[in-house]
């Protein structure tokens, strides 16, 4: 097997045979932030490769690693896609949220700490490159975690891939082909598109902001039988969220100062803690800016 570097999760790894090759992901079941339902996930993969979403074909699953088969494809880079692309994105939501698995877990509730302060003294206790910085946006980032706990979402509910974005996309012929599919869950709708959207239709931070390609995921939504719900804030709050959640998770590895042996190496932890710091508050202060998105045709 050849190591497939730049996870930012689990590890990735290539497995060539004679039968063909395959993609085999070990997962970091060391300190996940949630357990993970495995055989929904899987059952859930299944479901969706038969109906033909273009995706990897699910072959096994088990505690600690995934299989797929390897597909060939173009990344897709951190920039606003084409309007044809993110138009076919959204058709793909609009038939993932149609299909039926077996699935009904309760919704996952995202109720993130506020000790933000204790994580900036010990940032700074433990001489962390970033530990300043962190310091100066401890006010911010609990208006963002009281923003996060307290949005509504009314619904409705879906099951769906939960993480549709630049890095777990391929290009192929021209066309979309989502990956990693392990995050998939019960997730509110407007959640799902306005991340999905968002995402598609920027660049790494947030100056360059397409409303044309945004809109063209939700047409194609709506193309493929998907009715939009309401406009509002809760379409990003899931967004901010995660990358809230994300970004706390790798300051405790980062204090930890372990070189762990699953998951993202140190290095990696440092540099998503950098991102969420710098990014985070940005895109919190440009919500009013989001939220009209929803309103251009």
Not at 8 to 18: C, E, K, P, Q
Not at 209 to 216: H, L
Not at 237 to 252: E, V
């Amino acid at each position: 097997m050849t190591r497939i570097h730049g996870g930012f999760a689990n590890r990735m790894y290539r497995l060539d045979t004679d039968q063909g090759s395959f993609a085999v992901k070990e997962l970091n079941l060391d300190d996940r932030r949630m357990t993970y339902p495995v055989q929904d996930v899987f059952t859930f993969e299944r479901a969706a490769f038969v109906a033909g979403i273009p995706m990897p074909e699910p072959i096994s699953a088990s505690h600690g690693t995934l299989v797929h088969r390897w597909v060939e494809g173009e990344k897709v880079p951190e920039a606003p896609v084409s309007a044809a692309y993110a138009f076919e994105i959204g058709e793909i939501l609009a038939r993932i949220h149609t299909l039926h698995s077996g699935w009904n877990p309760p919704p996952i509730q995202d109720h993130m700490p506020r000790n933000w302060s204790v994580l900036a003294r010990q940032a700074k206790a433990t001489g962390q490159p970033w530990a300043d910085e962190l310091a100066s946006h401890v006010e911010t980032f609990l208006t963002i975690t009281n923003f996060v706990n307290t949005s509504g979402r009314p619904g409705p509910v879906v099951l769906t891939h939960r993480d549709i974005q630049p890095w777990n996309l391929l290009v192929q012929e021209g066309r979309p082909v989502v990956l990693d599919w392990e995050l998939s869950g019960m997730l509110d709708l407007s959640s799902e598109l306005g991340s999905t959207a968002l995402c598609l239709a920027k660049g790494p931070g947030l100056d360059d902001i397409k409303p044309a390609i945004f809109r063209s995921v939700l047409d194609g939504y709506v193309a493929g039988s998907g009715a939009l719900p309401p406009p509002g804030p809760h379409w990003f709050a899931y967004m901010i969220s995660a990358w809230l959640a994300h970004t706390r998770w790798n300051i405790l590895r980062c204090l930890a100062g372990v070189e762990t042996t699953t998951g993202p190496g140190l290095a990696l932890s440092h540099e998503a803690v950098r991102n969420g710091i710098r990014g985070l508050p940005d895109l919190f202060e440009r919500l009013p800016e989001l939220e009209a998105l929803l309103l251009q045709d």
